[in-house]
């Protein structure tokens, strides 16, 4: 009896943690003001109306959805009392709703403990009976959300058509789930092996004994993956998904224990209904999983995120009768994308011969070609045609099949051979070292497998589309036999925390590039996503982020069906344009082509304003002086006339020779060093050697953080990726007058910014011919002159500004 009563209060844990994840204020409801809450033991007896129906009776816990309705869960401490627990349950409810003023509503029986895992049953109250929660024709595996029961209560059903999905909770299992593999010594390499095989062992109905010894668990359960891989006519992966007890005889049962665990929490996510639901649910997981495990690059997977393989499906439309094509497909992202937009727009008969004819993708490493196969199979696409391979060996041809057309995979090039494929989605390795085969060279592959007309996407590097050298002549070459039809830059934090800058580029094949065709240049630097805690994710409404791979999904669409379709351009967005083939460098991006905004002198007003206060606020963190900041002058600058000025007119730029930090670190630490940071007004050490540059000039960062601006106080080094900006000495200007200036220039020159990255460094070539747009006096005979009595207005109102003109003052004593 006292083991029982032990592993009962080891269940207590489990339901209040469990409940707390799913959304339920974990507050005894007797204590808190909130509508919500949980009673755990006898608390509820707190309830006059519920004690009152179950006198000194009660269930281990009552969770209040309402003032009126209450969710019952009773526990048992062996699995195999779990009728015994939604028994008992059921039974508590039934004295509960003998009262005229509340009402159980849903219940839940537990059966098992920390060692067994637990056995988890739900009913809901319809028409007077308690019958079963079902989702996909499943009976749900976990306790009950605060979403789900406000829809089968709102509904009067005990049928969900769709689970909701609840991202921070798959995140948080998934991380969970890697946390109990690591403690089971899984390896890190075997912990996607290892998921997989526990996903695949659960589809059918039953699951496994997880009461047996450790290798009788194994076995059932690496027989239930073989059985299924069969069923799906994988046989051949078994070896790969397979898996096996440690060598260490004393690591079996923390191995097992790990495995039961892991199964604990799918049952939690309900896992077997989402296998069984036409939504992506079990994907959406599968891939969390894969992606925020922390150890995926262990094994060299970078996956693609799911909202860009989606949206590269829809805008080059895949369609049953498309031969699709990833010759470096990974863990299957763009097959699966492809495969569920296609299945929206199609009958049963024609997905059910596009998976078994039409998908078609390689993947050179065998542990990764198995999660590809299983991420399908979660699809109901078992049929496809992925291998292990290096793609670059592999070639395909056109075959007729019952009519129509599909292809096979052949050891050569033959003269014989007739490229089938019409679409290809593909990410490439993105190659890191020298030695490494080069993007492009797997774009060119994949070309070479495309019918003439053929469309491919592939997402790359931003450098490919603008280094010089073999990738200039790449880029020469595509254009020479092929059609560019778009290039879209990607948020610099797409692939977050790995950062690359990337653009995903659309090719027409075996059409040379007319040299009047537009190509649509899109910069979706937003995509919706936001950084939290190390992930990138979708804010919860009502908080929102801009889409623009939404926002202009359907207008790309229509732009690649018919390159003759008029989309408007918008400055720093959006622009169709044709290739500039005078420009020496070829460079193939957005950033090149795109118009600029011109700013209102209101706008510009408020980015100086902008760069003042950030200015202000390293100056008081390095003085011991206490400063009172009081807003100056006007709130809005007055409109003026602008002229543009190239930045040469107006300041001189320079560069010179400066030591590497680490060949000058010293004790002293007193002459600042400027590099590409864009912290602490671009300061990054300080050292004892010689300044190369006077104070009161501007330091413009032309690698790194490129556009970066700052005023510097100090006479300094700047390092050499960093360029200078003095006022021309000829410039017809007061010398009180040039701290103005210079604070206008550098704002602006930061407005330029956004077409330069790591990507596409920023040189003193491009920098001395920035546009610089100026106030203007108009003077008779249709003159003009600068306006800096109006530059110092603009700048002086800014808030901050007083900080920044005592210490010029003070630098000046």
């Excluded at 209040?64 to 009773?74: A, D, L, M, R």
């Excluded at 809901?124 to 009976?129: D, Q, R, T, Y």
């Excluded at 397979?242 to 939690?268: C, D, G, M, R, W």
Aim: aromatic share 8%; net charge neutral.
């Amino acid at each position: 009896m006292p083991r029982v009563r032990t592993t009962e209060v080891d269940a207590y844990v489990f339901i209040k943690e469990d409940l707390k994840n799913l959304g339920w204020n974990p507050k005894n409801p007797a204590r808190s003001k909130e509508a919500q809450g949980i009673y755990t033991q006898g608390e509820c007896l707190d309830e006059p109306r519920i004690a009152e129906q179950l006198g000194q009776t009660k269930p281990e816990n009552i969770v209040k959805i309402s003032e009126t309705e209450f969710y019952v869960i009773e526990v048992k401490a062996n699995r195999n009392q779990i009728d015994l627990s939604i028994e008992e349950a059921q039974d508590y409810a039934t004295k509960i709703n003998k009262s005229k003023h509340i009402a159980v509503k849903i219940i839940s029986g537990i059966a098992g403990n920390d060692s067994d895992g637990y056995i988890v049953r739900s009913k809901v109250l319809m028409n007077g009976k308690f019958k079963p929660i079902i989702s996909n024709g499943k009976e749900l595996t976990s306790l009950i959300s605060p979403s789900i029961v406000k829809h089968l209560l709102d509904n009067k059903t005990n049928i969900i058509e769709e689970l909701p999905i609840d991202e921070k909770y798959f995140f948080q299992t998934a991380e969970k789930i890697n946390v109990i593999l690591h403690n089971g010594a899984i390896p890190a390499t075997d912990r996607g092996k290892v998921m997989s095989a526990l996903l695949l062992s659960l589809v059918d109905d039953t699951q496994p004994n997880v009461n047996a010894k450790p290798r009788v668990l194994i076995q059932e359960i690496n027989a239930r993956v073989n059985s299924v891989l069969t069923r799906e006519g994988k046989p051949e992966f078994y070896d790969y998904i397979k898996i096996s007890l440690p060598t260490t005889e004393t690591n079996h049962v923390k191995f097992k224990n790990a495995l039961v665990k892991t199964i604990q929490e799918l049952n939690n996510l309900n896992i077997r209904s989402a296998m069984n639901s036409g939504t992506d649910i079990l994907g959406n997981f599968y891939e969390v999983f894969l992606k925020y495990g922390n150890w995926a690059k262990e094994i060299g997977i970078v996956l693609t995120p799911r909202h860009i393989t989606a949206f590269a499906a829809e805008i080059l439309n895949v369609n049953h009768k498309d031969i699709l094509f990833d010759p470096t497909c990974g863990t299957a992202g763009f097959l699966v994308s492809a495969f569920d937009y296609a299945k929206k727009h199609s009958t049963a008969g024609q997905i059910s011969h596009f998976k078994e004819n039409n998908i078609f993708g390689v993947e050179q490493e065998a542990s990764v070609v198995a999660l590809a196969i299983v991420n399908m199979i979660f699809r109901g696409d078992g049929k496809n045609n992925i291998k292990e391979a290096n793609c670059l060996h592999e070639w395909l041809n056109l075959k007729r099949k019952d009519n129509t057309n599909t292809a096979e995979y052949v050891q050569e090039n033959s003269p014989n051979r007739i490229p089938p494929v019409t679409k290809v989605l593909m990410n490439p390795p993105f190659a890191l070292k020298e030695e490494v085969d080069k993007e492009y060279k797997f774009v060119n592959h994949a070309i070479d497998q495309m019918q003439r007309g053929g469309l491919l996407f592939a997402i790359l590097p931003t450098s490919e589309m603008l280094a010089r050298g073999q990738y200039k002549e790449w880029r020469k070459d595509l254009l020479t036999k092929h059609t560019l039809i778009s290039v879209i830059t990607f948020p610099p934090d797409l692939f977050y925390p790995i950062g690359v800058n990337s653009c995903g580029i659309i090719v027409k094949k075996g059409i040379q590039h007319p040299k009047v065709q537009n190509v649509l240049w899109l910069r979706a630097i937003q995509d919706g996503f936001v950084k939290r805690k190390g992930k990138r994710l979708k804010p919860k409404p009502p908080l929102t982020e801009r889409d623009i791979l939404t926002e202009y999904k359907e207008q790309i669409k229509r732009f690649v069906k018919d390159q003759n379709f008029q989309i408007n351009d918008v400055p720093e967005l959006c622009k169709l344009s044709p290739i500039d083939f005078k420009d020496s460098s070829l460079e193939l991006v957005p950033e090149v082509y795109l118009d600029e905004k011109t700013p209102s002198i209101s706008e510009i007003r408020n980015g100086v304003d902008e760069l003042v206060r950030m200015t202000a606020g390293y100056l008081m963190t390095i003085s011991e002086e206490e400063f009172t900041i009081n807003k100056n002058g006007k709130e809005i600058v007055k409109n003026r006339n602008t002229a543009s000025y190239d930045l040469i007119e107006l300041c001189n730029v320079e560069r010179k020779y400066a030591p590497y930090m680490n060949e000058i670190l010293s004790d002293q630490k007193t002459t600042p060093y400027v590099t590409t940071t864009e912290n602490s007004n671009g300061i990054s050490i300080r050292c004892d050697s010689e300044s190369n540059f006077s104070k009161d000039t501007v330091t413009v960062s032309l690698d790194g953080t490129c556009g970066t601006t700052f005023y510097q106080f100090e006479d300094y080094i700047a390092g050499e990726k960093t360029a200078v900006l003095e006022v021309k000495p000829d410039l017809d200007i007061d010398e009180k007058l040039k701290p103005y200036l210079l604070f206008y220039i550098a704002h602006l020159i930061r407005r330029k910014a956004w077409r330069y990255h790591y990507g596409r460094k920023l040189s003193e070539e491009r920098l001395k011919k920035f546009a610089i747009p100026m106030p203007i006096l108009r003077e008779g005979g249709g003159g003009k002159k600068i306006d800096f009595s109006g530059i110092k207005e603009i700048v002086e109102n800014c808030y901050g500004w007083q900080i920044i003109e005592k210490h010029l003052q003070k630098k000046d004593e």
